[in-house]
């Protein structure tokens, strides 16, 4: 019925638009046989419905005809027949392809070639006197060249939309204890394995489980391919050596936080990493790598807020001040000289605080912890938990341009008095240094760093005594990939 009814309609305007002359009929003239069209169409319309059908349209003026000549024809579109789309374009436009495991991780890592020379001072020293020594860098020594600090591989990636991982070896560590007591370098240790799981959908909380670093200390936290100096300060990293273990923790970063920091990440700030504002945990507590000996565990707790200082106005444009601190409580049984891990538990406690205002042009850097923890005491020849103190102050600056790119000079004092938990017998520390540095970086892959430092340092070694003290010439390349 509904082609008879077009049918019908296209021929009635063949009938009404004659073919000769039409390009001289008027605009009214047009308009009067639309009208009648239309008419004709509707009168077709009630037939088929069986109603009556309506008068004819009167004809408008001539002035408002001419108005709506325009938008007058459309209206016999409706009665066109519809074209219908292909249903196979839908079907393949609406199925995406599946992504691939490996597009979901990504691999990265870094390099750390160092050059050390002792240029003067205790380099060497008779039995039970201390040598120029640091527990940061063993490549500070009598007769050491060319030396790996670090050679990383970091493996991570996401698991799913709320679960990811993180897997990173270091392949510079060294063997003691070989033949001879000859030290050996080159061995795989693993450093970070664990696994994120964010409990909303803005992934602003999150746990954490497996092998990672302890929040505790701002450059604790920081990595060594970000940080400026060569080596963290001996007070600071004295709370957790090689900065990770095995636990759980919970880390939660407010969206202002994150703002703040992704900002300073754009300006290409050295940052310690979204660990999280807040940050609690419980680990095993015998540090990085070892076997745990009691049923107790190191709980940690670390909290950090960047402020943006830019309403002071002036000179705080663009400034960032972080403040923040972090407390530990841990009971851990010291590897001793007899062999074996001691059968005493030692209690250790700390508390320290940080503060960073990032370099914009100029910058300062802060950290200072109090407690106690266990420290051979040599007037008893025995471990005992004793007070501890230390840090560091430092200040920087921020070249953006110059002939040679951009670089960043650095001057740090620190100091620490107390044990050194990760070595045999627990010996105490005594450190007073200063270093001047500068990082030169010519391209994004490619760090230099030349630093100079008075060190006056007590060795590592409870059967050791008195401070050594030298001045050290350090190089280090580090390339990026």
Known sequence: MQRRLLSASFGAVFAI???EGAQAQTVQELQAQIDELKATIAEMKAAQKGKPSPGPTPTP???????SAPTAAPTAVPAAPRVE?????????????????YDRIGVRGYTQLRFSEIISGDR???????RLRSVGDGGIGDDTNFTFRRIRLILQGDLSDRVSFYFQPDFANSVANQSGGERREGFVQLRDAYVDTFLDRDKRFRLRFGQSKVPYGWENM???SNRLTLDRSDGINSAVPGER?????AYYTPPQVERVWKRLEDDGQKLFGNYGAFGVGVFNGQGINRTETNDGVMTVAMATWPFALDGLGGAFDGQVLELGGAVLRNGIQAEIRSGGTSDIVYREERGGIHAILYPQPLGFQAEWNWGRGPEYDV???AIRSLPLNGGYVQTMARVRRSPVGPFMPYARWQYYRGGWKALTNAPRLETNEV??????QPVSALELTLAYAHMERREGDERRMGRAEGDVIRTQLQWNY
């Open 17 to 19: 638009l004659p073919v």
């Open 61 to 67: 003026p001539a002035s408002v005809a001419v108005a």
């Open 85 to 101: 789309q292909p249903p196979v374009a839908v079907a393949v436009a609406a199925k995406p392809a599946k992504p691939h495991w």
């Open 124 to 130: 060497r020293a008779p039995d039970g006197v201390s």
């Open 222 to 224: 920081q990595s060594s």
């Open 245 to 249: 273990d095995i636990g759980v923790i």
């Open 379 to 381: 007037s008893r020849q």
């Open 435 to 440: 270093e001047f540095g500068v990082e030169f």
